[in-house]
């Protein structure tokens, strides 16, 4: 394998682009360069240019400041992402026929008195004009912590902090799941026809990479005493899941991936078949975020995110169970290098000790826009690289989890150590 190098890119840049000024007859300008602006704040206003396009851009307006979101731009949500178009036209429906998002304080539609939250980075050009280039919406802010206290089976939520088994006390909890992926909800909070009982489907979680999950990265669930039916390609013999009123023998979210806990000091218990969800229980210690949501009187706080603090583990003698990891922290440094150096840094919890995880790069084709992956980062190499425990093996040996950080951090001028530097990982 060829020797892997890290030319700097500031240099290269500094000999080409003169070079290409002198070919295309162009004198450098005077003009001062794009200040960089970042703005949070509450959303006072949003306007499209034009409803009828897919890719419009539009204003939205942060803090009395009014900044340009471009075409093309896709707008960040907790755990999705929307075009400006999207989300006007996935709105609450009162909303869309208004030709509102519902998320600016100004729009009729919207009840609450308080607007989203956006946090914008945006450019300040010469002529004034804020332009936005990354932009993250969020319909509140709220994060709660505390111990389920009652769970309901037959309408899909559960309540934080109440008297235990009390339906009528603490913090109504519903994850925002309008695929049905964690949850299957009716009852009290649900508008006739929203999807699983979401009140705003825009907010979603996401039901591929789960956002509510255990400390592990385990998919969490709630049983359900609603009969559904299913394909069975697990192999179970049913083809039928109903909870009974306590909860369990929902066999798609079976009670036996809540393994008892161990002896102090002794391994974890793996869940019995991590092909399926682990249900939330009562006395679960747990933090969710979101946004709170007042329907047809009641209210409760709609969880894109939620963790339960419980590191679920699987089975890793068993090759037809699959693992778990959740990335927690993810930073990497973006051009144009200022400080003369890289660096990035990757920390999740994974379902297996010691954790083993590859992390590729996705490149574009500046042709055809395919895609073509690319190694990044990867655990194993990390510890060959630097000794074991380098990268995995970050949290309590006998958890059964694994805590994992991945670090990369290479000086243009006098290189990388070995421990940091990305291609001793990958060789």
């Not at 240099?11 to 070079?19: D, E, I, N, T």
């Not at 990354?134 to 309408?155: A, F, N, P």
């Not at 789960?210 to 179970?236: H, K, Q, W």
């Amino acid at each position: 394998m060829k020797p892997c190098t890290i030319a700097s890119p500031r240099r290269a840049l500094a000999r080409l682009f003169p070079a290409l000024l002198m070919i295309a007859g162009i004198a450098p300008s005077a003009q001062a360069a794009p200040v960089n602006v970042p703005i949070t704040g509450e959303i006072e206003r949003i306007t499209i240019n034009d409803p009828a396009d897919h890719w419009s851009g539009g204003i939205i307006q942060v803090g009395g400041q009014r900044i340009i979101l471009p075409r093309n731009l896709l707008l960040d949500l907790p755990a999705n992402r929307l075009t400006l178009k999207q989300l006007f036209d996935q709105a609450p429906a009162a909303c869309v026929a208004l030709g509102e998002t519902g998320l600016a304080k100004g729009d009729r539609c919207n009840s609450s008195g308080a607007g989203g939250f956006a946090t914008l980075s945006a450019n300040q050009t010469n002529a004034g004009n804020a332009i936005a280039g990354d932009v993250l919406i969020q319909k509140g802010t709220e994060m709660l912590s505390g111990r389920v206290s009652y769970v309901s089976y037959s309408d899909g939520y559960y309540r934080l902090n109440g008297i235990a088994g009390d339906p009528a006390t603490g913090v109504m909890v519903r994850l925002n799941d309008p695929t049905g992926r964690h949850t299957v909800q009716q009852g009290l909070g649900c508008i006739d026809g929203s999807p699983n009982c979401s009140p705003d489907p825009r907010f979603t979680l996401d039901p591929d990479n789960y956002t509510n999950v255990f400390a592990s990265g385990y998919p969490v669930c709630i049983p359900s005493t609603v009969s559904r039916t299913f394909t069975d390609i697990l192999g179970l013999g049913v083809t039928i899941a109903q909870a009974n009123a306590d909860g369990s023998g929902d066999v798609l979210c079976p009670a036996a991936n809540r393994p008892a806990p161990g002896a102090p000091g002794t391994p974890v218990t793996p869940v019995a078949d991590s092909r399926r969800f682990a249900p939330v229980q009562a006395g679960d210690s747990v933090v969710v975020e979101g946004n709170f949501e007042t329907i047809n009187g009641v209210r409760f706080l709609s969880a894109h995110t939620s963790m339960i603090q419980i590191a679920l583990t699987t089975n890793a003698a068993d090759p037809a169970q699959p693992d778990y990891i959740f990335l927690d922290e993810v930073e990497i440094d973006a051009p144009g290098f200022e400080n003369q150096r890289v660096r990035s840094l990757f920390i999740g919890y994974a379902t297996q000790q010691p954790a083993d995880v590859l992390i590729w790069s996705l490149h574009r084709d500046p042709v055809n826009n395919g895609a073509h992956e690319f190694p990044l980062a990867t655990t194993v190499g990390c510890d060959i690289a630097g000794g074991v425990g380098t990268c995995t093996r970050q949290g309590l040996i006998t958890n059964g989890a694994d805590i994992f950080k991945i670090r990369h951090d290479v000086d243009f001028i006098v290189g990388a150590d070995g421990r940091l530097n990305p291609c001793a990982h990958l060789l």
